[in-house]
């Protein structure tokens, strides 16, 4: 695999380039390293649900999830391999489905909103939504492994399902879209 950060200055990005697998360079702006910036900002955004109290099994399972999109940013960076497997695609699947079954079915759509945790797993379900059309972007031109959109479709869905069993654990009532308001 890639070599392992050595140090944090390194000043070759000055030029508006980086780095990627097989020691090339590429364009900041480029589809890849935006598909690579936006899973990376997704993690990030899933740390942020951690960093509240939470459900401990929720927790673990955001904490697995952000391990597997370490390893789907690096499958981005260095396309020679594939780190993200079938049983990360089907555990998030098993997941979703216990979860799921806890909850009354949707009649409507929900608003976005809640206590701090619930918001900021919204936030981080929009995410997973521009990371999986970046790479949708990325892969018209490039080959990737497709296993990684898969999984980001999956995990939006999941992240769906946990804004509802955060909220519901927070006791927090879901406001349901009204498409006309009563003014």
């Not at 399972?61 to 940013?73: D, P, S």
């Not at 608003?111 to 619930?118: F, I, R, S």
């Amino acid at each position: 695999m890639g070599n392992r950060l050595s140090k944090l200055v390194t000043k070759t990005g000055d030029d508006g380039t980086t780095g990627i697998g097989q020691n090339r360079r590429v364009e900041k702006d480029s589809a890849r390293i935006e598909a690579i910036g936006t899973v990376d900002e997704l993690n990030s955004s899933i740390g942020m649900i951690i960093a509240h109290p939470v459900d401990k099994s929720l927790a673990e399972k955001l904490e697995a999830i952000q391990h597997i999109l370490f390893n789907l940013g690096g499958e981005l960076a260095m396309p020679e391999y594939q780190l993200v497997k079938d049983d990360d695609l089907s555990q998030i699947e098993q997941w979703l489905e216990q979860l799921n079954d806890t909850l009354p079915p949707l009649k409507e759509f929900i608003l976005p909103k809640g206590d701090m945790p619930t918001a900021c797993c919204h936030m981080a379900r929009t995410i997973c939504r521009r990371a999986e059309r970046r790479i949708v972007t990325l892969a018209r031109n490039e080959e990737i492994n497709k296993l990684g959109q898969t999984y980001l479709n999956r995990l939006s869905d999941f992240l769906f399902v946990c804004c509802r069993i955060l909220g519901r654990n927070a006791q927090v009532e879901e406001k349901m879209w009204q498409s006309e308001r009563n003014q």
